[in-house]
């Protein structure tokens, strides 16, 4: 692919809708097929004892692949479940796929997890679709083009007041650094409005895109939980810290804040205060 254009990055776009929206039945039928009381015990896991992989993760990302493979055949692909198929040459585009984020919660059968996929050009986010199987939301956004929720147009939040702010974070799968997640937003807490944990960063980040939450923040998510969730945020008009971002902040290297630009930089002076660069 040459220079990016406007007709290139809706295009992109359009496939990501399309592709995640196929996905997105799949992880429903699939889920009815192998979630029940208490299967989550019997599934098999990755990083950590509670990092749970399912059938319809799996499912869903060889569907992704294959349709990805026959829309854009000259494209590369980055999955949670497979990896890197190849790395990108310069001016490729690359998919950054999560086929199901919210694994523990589809795993538990409650509805909120989502099917992402984003895409990129030498690292520059360019377009991304967010759906989530159960209601048919389809959240996503095109460089430029400003994010939508099924067509209508995004904003974030214009509050500008930090104290009473309502933050969404999550806590990774390793146990100690799941420690003081907990330790930062147990001092957190105190100073907002309020918190949530909802456990689909992806969602957490197209929420901060609807004003439904002031801001997100979490340490140590892997590329696929946020590549189309911070472009949606971002093309809402929150300001967005990517965590593979320089860290003058000093909000620990692997950090990710995206927020309502009236509140974006007082959530980053007391995650700072509090620690968040040695989480
Ligand atoms: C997880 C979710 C969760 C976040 C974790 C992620 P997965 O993704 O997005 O909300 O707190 O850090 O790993 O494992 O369900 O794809």
């Known amino acids: 692919m040459g220079p990016v254009d406007d007709q290139d990055v ?43 992989v399912t059938e319809g993760d799996r499912e ?24 890197a198929d190849a790395d990108p040459e310069p001016g490729q585009v690359r998919w ?36 989530e199987p159960v209601s048919g939301r389809v959240w996503s956004a095109a460089v430029g083009h400003g994010a939508s929720l099924d067509g ?10 930090t104290p009473v702010a309502v933050v969404a974070t999550g806590l990774g799968y390793d146990p100690e650094r799941r420690r003081r997640q907990a330790a930062l937003l147990a001092r957190l807490a105190p100073e907002i409005g309020d918190v949530r944990r909802a456990g689909c960063a992806s969602l957490d980040l197209c929420s901060v895109a609807a004003g439904w ?45 995206a927020a309502g630009p009236g509140v974006a930089a007082g959530l980053a002076d007391l995650l700072r205060a509090h620690g968040a660069g040695e989480i």
Not at 100 to 127: C, K, M, Q
């Open 213 to 257: 939450v002031d801001g997100f923040y979490e340490h140590g998510l892997n590329h696929w939980d946020w590549a189309a969730g911070a472009l949606i945020a971002q093309e809402a008009g929150a300001v967005v810290r990517r965590p593979d971002a320089a860290d003058p902040e000093e909000l620990g290297p692997d950090a990710l804040l």
């Open 10 to 52: 809706r295009t992109l776009e359009k496939v990501a809708v399309e592709v995640a929206r196929e996905a997105a039945e799949l992880a429903l039928a699939v889920r009815d097929r192998v979630v029940g009381p208490g299967s989550v015990a019997d599934l098999p896991t990755k990083s950590s004892a509670t990092d749970v």
């Open 60 to 83: 869903c990302e060889t569907r992704i692949r294959e349709r990805l493979d026959a829309l854009r055949p000259g494209d590369v692909v980055l999955g949670e479940e497979g990896g």
């Open 96 to 131: 950054v796929v999560d086929p199901i984020d919210g694994t523990v919660n589809y795993a538990h059968g409650l509805p909120w997890f989502a099917v992402s996929i984003g895409a990129e050009v030498d690292g520059r986010p360019l377009a991304g679709a967010v759906v």
């Open 152 to 161: 209508r147009v995004l904003r974030a939040s214009a509050l500008g007041r």
